[in-house]
């Protein structure tokens, strides 16, 4: 045992947080712990940790045991790190006893070549302990964290305050990891990280040596590493064997027998009840009213099951149907800043995307994910092409909700975009998304970003757009919240472009993976898992060559293997032909375009003739250009 909780309560102005808590903290478990956003996780972990007492109701309970053995490594976001350090420095000094004592048996070995062999006891003693706590493997250890982390060995020597907030969160992780307590807590330890880095911290912490606390609304990290679920729920917790994927089918077992025995024991209570009413005041069977008077007393009630919340009602719906290609993007470049201080994030953007088609967009954090967004909009300026086609209405989420406006209150944010709505039609949308009562007269700029992010959820479902284009629309959400926008996304005909570090999002609601590279962008067909399974096929396939092949023949530079004249040759013929039938497109697209113009013309639409023969070739073109698109998507998928 590492850890034990023994009836834990805690109240803030007098409501309950947590009631009666019971938890035991095992070697090597792994307990993912979960609940509703302000329900008491970050107030259990504090507990654990010690920085918070619990309240004590009787003089037993509030119990916190530890073994003497016991070590809690905690995450705290962007603490812990000593800001004037340099990354080597910081890491390093969590061997301080170990580098210690290398140094140490570095003096007595220049005394023992002095012929001073005084301390040479003290040596073989210190050199042993040495060794059996890994002091050989320091180095080896701090760069594969490092590495892992992101960080390779060029930024060993930079000062950490001149790091970004995301890049200290995962310093953090590092120097917690290179800890090793016996007992590890994260408290969302993907926030900030790519797929990357969070794929190899899951592979990392399998093999970890000491037991796992992982809070965390990542479902995935949670499926991979928990083999027990914590759900925090009205204050109570309660402990499910598995991981993520096995709580939810737990969870809905547990709650759908407990109504069952509910409403069997009401019956029963009914019944009771009723012979009670009808015979105890009667002489002869008073008696045996007033035995199931007691056993009504004595019975203990089963509580109703209850959600941990409402559900969200979201939908979003659109009148106007786009035609068939709904977004062209061709040879656009991605910058930030200006003058001297510009900088290219991506080249060379092309891809189009067809009504109903739901692309998720990925990248390396700082690549240009929300500035393609933002490009694609019109908002951002940009060389190359964007042309959206006609009846196209976008509804967008911003993760930074720059869209609301941050003195208003909700009512007043809804009211003045609807300002013939009375006061229960705008309760009513935002009860859809579960803002409620005296929230709703709560300021924009003083709410959190959960909540923000449902007051635009609640303007997007009026904006009835036909294409949604979202940033990272599940940031901020708990699970309950996040599943009930997977299922309105899902559910959408419609079009939707969206950016997301959202495993689960990715997998249940993109069929193309759109990923963003400073070379441009490759497109995959399905979501997520599909995305990683050609990842690995592809590493795999490189390995083997990469192992055969010569260091002077390989690219030092680029993370591809090697290819042959002939594959290069072959390549080339095909990005060839790529850019033809794009020039092709361009071409009937521009006779199509002018072709549109000539139809507003008095002259054109007045002859009905000369209209018809301008339709029938326009029909003509459509035609041409969806097979050169297929053409052009056979050449892309044959890459």
Known sequence: MLLRLTDINKFYNGSPVLQHVHLTIEDRDRIGLIGVNGCGKSTLLKIITGSVLPDHILEQDGEIAKSNQTSIGYLEQMGGLDKENTVCEEMRSVFR???????????????????????????????????????????????????????????????ISGFSGGEKTRLAIAKLLLEEPNLL????????????????????????????????????????????????????????????????????????????????????????ED????????????KSAQSRVKQLEKMERIERPVSYTKQARIAFTYA???????????????????????????????????????????????????????????????????????????????QESTNLHPNKTIMEELHDRMPLWTDLEVRSLLGQVRITGENVYKQIGVISGGERAKVCFAVMMLEHGNVLILDEPTNHLDIAMKEVIEAALADFPGTILFVSHDRYLLNRVADHILELSTDGVTCYQGGFDAWNAVKKEQAAAQQPAAQKEKPATASPSSGTGYKTKQQRAQEAKRRTAIRAIEQKMERMQQELDALNAELEQESVYTNFQLMQEKCNRMDEIRVKLDAALEELIELEDAE
């Open 97 to 159: 006893p170990l580098l210690d004592a290398q140094q140490r048996l570095h003096t007595i070995e220049q005394d023992m070549q002095n012929g001073d062999l005084s301390a040479s006891e003290e040596y073989h003693q210190l050199s042993a302990w040495f060794e059996n706590n890994d002091g050989y493997q320091i180095d080896v250890k701090l760069k594969t964290v490092l590495n892992g982390m992101g960080f390779p060995e060029e930024t060993y020597h930079r000062i």
């Open 185 to 272: 807590i994260l408290d969302e330890p993907t926030n900030h990280l790519d797929f990357q880095t969070i794929m190899w911290l899951e592979d990392y912490l399998q093999t970890y040596k000491g037991a796992l606390l992982i809070v965390s609304h990542d479902r995935y990290f949670l499926d991979k590493l928990a083999t027990s679920i914590c759900e925090i729920e009205h204050g109570r917790l309660t402990r499910y064997k598995g991981n993520y994927t096995a709580f939810v089918a737990l969870k809905e077992a547990a709650v759908a027998r407990q109504q069952k025995e509910y409403e069997l024991q009401q019956k029963e209570i009914a019944k009771l």
């Open 275 to 286: 012979y009670v009413a009808r015979n105890l005041t009667r002489a002869s069977t008073a």
């Open 320 to 398: 106007m149907e786009p035609p068939q290609e709904v977004l062209h993007v061709k040879d656009v470049d991605l910058t930030v800043g200006v003058g001297a201080q510009r900088k290219t994030l991506a080249e060379h953007i092309s891809f189009t995307v067809r009504r109903g088609e739901k692309w998720g967009i990925i990248g390396e954090n700082g690549i240009g994910k929300s500035t393609l967004l933002k490009v694609l909009q019109g908002l951002l300026p940009h060389g190359g092409s964007v042309r959206w086609a006609a009846n196209v209405k976008r509804a967008h989420f911003e």
